[in-house]
């Protein structure tokens, strides 16, 4: 069982920067793969970054890439996503997920965070 906890959300000008954590608990978190996904209002939830449990392999969205970089630390159990030149349509809930290979789709991560929003002003 993995608890996954995200912070770091906020209100932030389009053009600024944030960074989000995601807090795991257990003792295995190295051997999971990480991901970020997103959710606007009205939408589907949508793939943002993922990490390999060595943090060797990085995959990204197109709409993110350049933008935003995911890493982690295992010996701190922590996983974060750097947010870089945030535009208004990157405002969502995010919500940070764990599982056992990399991939887009909902269904390949088995835990998941209670999301943190970020919102991005014009």
């Known amino acids: 069982q993995v608890q996954l906890v995200e912070s770091g959300g906020g209100l932030v000008q389009a053009g600024g920067s944030l960074r989000l954590s995601c807090a795991a608990s257990?003792?295995?978190?190295?051997?999971?793969?990480m991901g970020w996904f997103r959710q606007a209002p009205g939408k589907e939830r949508e793939f943002v970054a993922a990490?390999?449990?060595?943090?060797?392999?990085?995959y990204y969205a197109d709409s993110v890439k350049g933008r935003f970089t995911i890493s982690r630390d295992n010996g701190a159990n922590m996983a974060y996503l750097q947010m870089y030149s945030l535009k208004p349509e990157d405002t969502a809930v995010y919500y940070c997920?764990?599982?056992?290979?990399?991939?887009?789709?909902?269904?390949?991560?088995?835990?998941w965070g209670q999301g943190t929003q970020v919102s991005v002003s014009s």
């Open positions: 257990g003792r295995t978190f190295s051997r999971y793969v």
């Open positions: 997920a764990a599982g056992r290979r990399p991939g887009e789709g909902l269904g390949t991560y088995d835990y």
């Open positions: 990490i390999t449990g060595s943090g060797g392999s990085t």
